[in-house]
């Protein structure tokens, strides 16, 4: 797991294959100091710029994306360290432990907006197909045909389809839910050696593994992602960045707070200039964040053994979460 503290970028121009100048640029890191960041970015730039005369790189080199799953190190600000784990604020400003070896696993219900959506566009373009082969198929000698029967009926069967979705849609979030906690429990069932502590969470569920500790490599691991069916973006980014993650304060929008960190003072690290305003901004979630919870636990499955590595993570998370506080979710 490799979360740095310091973050330095290094460019410089290049001409591409069209002989126009670009600019190439890249990003280093450090645990020890700036000067470092920027050295290693200089030996970074330099070999950027050897690669992309030889077409082998790309000019740009973005910030990293979602908590580490795009391959370069998680670039966010570090808060606090606790032994191995450390305490990072993302991108929108929540707080999130990181760590090499207790695993954490989010099970978010199932989303199906888009589906719906798709059914109803399909819906829409058969009615309106109908309705052309009704008037194309009309032969022309005979009086015109009247069309509200066909429109009234199209019309009442539109309506009840949609609102059957709706009712559907409605009841989905309970029943994804319950779904989530088939699959946990019958994992954790075929398993008695293992100890998994379960917590709600706004959008799901959170699974914490107690009884020892998992490099994100382990096949285990990706047996346990794989039955619960854990985001296929977490698990990218649990086998590049070497570690499990954990949101343990609750997010922005949630908690409303709708004004988010401006683009400026929202990426790590922040624009020269920013500090005040991201500092204005951190203050005011900090504030309201305490009178929510990231996530609220409700039983552990299993043993119930607490491996001695994993007691301090375990201890840190339900505290910065404030899972057993009896708060409101964000």
């Excluded at 700036?34 to 730039?45: F, I, K, M, P, S």
């Excluded at 082998?56 to 979602?66: D, K, L, T, V, W």
């Excluded at 990181?98 to 695993?103: A, H």
């Excluded at 908690?255 to 020269?272: E, F, K, V």
Aim: net charge positive.
């Amino acid at each position: 797991m490799l979360i740095p503290k310091y973050w330095a970028s290094a460019s410089a121009p290049a001409q591409n294959r069209w002989r126009h100048t670009v600019t190439v640029r890249r990003w280093g890191w450090s645990d020890d100091s700036q000067q470092a960041a920027e050295a290693h970015a200089q030996e970074r730039l330099r070999q950027a710029l050897a690669a992309y005369a030889q077409g082998q790189a790309s000019a740009h080199e973005n910030r990293p994306g979602y908590n580490g799953a795009q391959g370069l190190p998680i670039c966010e600000e570090v808060l606090a360290r606790h032994g191995s784990a450390v305490l990072t604020r993302n991108s929108y400003g929540a707080h999130c432990i990181n760590t090499p070896d207790v695993l954490f696993a989010d099970v978010d219900d199932a989303q199906y907006t888009g589906y719906d959506i798709g059914c109803l566009i399909a819906l829409l373009a058969l009615v309106t197909l109908l309705c052309a082969l009704y008037w194309l198929l009309s032969p022309a000698c005979k009086p015109p045909r009247s069309p509200q029967p066909f429109y009234i009926s199209c019309a009442l069967l539109l309506s009840a389809w949609i609102y059957a979705r709706w009712q559907r849609w409605r009841h989905r979030p309970a029943a994804a839910r319950r779904a989530s906690l088939e699959r946990i429990r019958r994992f954790a069932s075929a398993r008695p050696d293992w100890s998994l502590r379960l917590y709600q969470t706004p959008a799901g569920l959170r699974l914490l593994a107690t009884h020892r500790t998992f490099a994100p490599g382990d096949p285990a691991v990706q047996e346990l992602f794989k039955a619960v069916r854990v985001d296929p973006v977490y698990q990218r980014m649990c086998l590049l960045q070497q570690c499990f993650r954990a949101r343990v304060t609750a997010k922005p929008w949630r908690i409303g707070i709708n004004a988010h960190i401006r683009n400026g003072s929202r990426a790590w690290p922040i624009a020269p200039g920013r500090q005040a305003e991201r500092d204005a901004w951190i203050a005011r979630y900090e504030q309201t964040a305490s009178a929510w919870a990231a996530c609220a636990f409700i039983e552990t499955l299993g043993a119930g053994q607490i491996d001695i590595n994993v007691r301090p993570v375990l201890d840190w998370h339900d505290e910065l979460s404030r899972a057993t506080c009896a708060l409101p979710l964000g």
